[in-house]
Nanobody, 117 residues
Framework: QVQLVESGGGLVQAGGSLRLSCVAS????????MGWYRQVPGNQRELIAG???????NYADSVKGRFTISRDNAKNTVYLQMNSLKPEDTAVYYC???????????WGQGTQVTVSS
């Protein structure tokens, strides 16, 4: 069983930066593909950044060049560095994990990011 706890959300002005963190409990963190999703009320949750167990990354076009996902397996933590934030980045951000051996999926509780114009 893996539990994910996000932190780092908040209110920031357009053009500013935030760094989200997601700490995973449990063993074998390195055996999980990790990702960050976001959701705006009334919309589906969308994948914005992912990182494999081998640290390969992928990004949604909407955040490419502005957001960076990284992981520290020693700390069981995945990060999302968000720069040049825009009002349209306002959403609840969720940490996601998928075990590469069992395909079990886990979600964090979400953290609110609000970007003011």
């Amino acid at each position: 069983q893996v539990q994910l706890v996000e932190s780092g959300g908040g209110l920031v002005q357009a053009g500013g930066s935030l760094r989200l963190s997601c700490v995973a409990s449990g063993r074998f963190f390195s055996g999980n593909t990790m990702g960050w999703y976001r959701q705006v009320p009334g919309n589906q949750r969308e994948l914005i950044a992912g990182i494999t167990s081998g640290s390969s990354t992928n990004y949604a076009d909407s955040v490419k060049g502005r957001f960076t996902i990284s992981r520290d397996n020693a700390k069981n933590t995945v990060y999302l560095q968000m720069n040049s934030l825009k009002p349209e980045d306002t959403a609840v951000y969720y940490c996601h994990a998928r075990n590469i051996f069992t395909a079990q999926v886990y979600w964090g509780q979400g953290t609110q990011v609000t970007v003011s114009s």
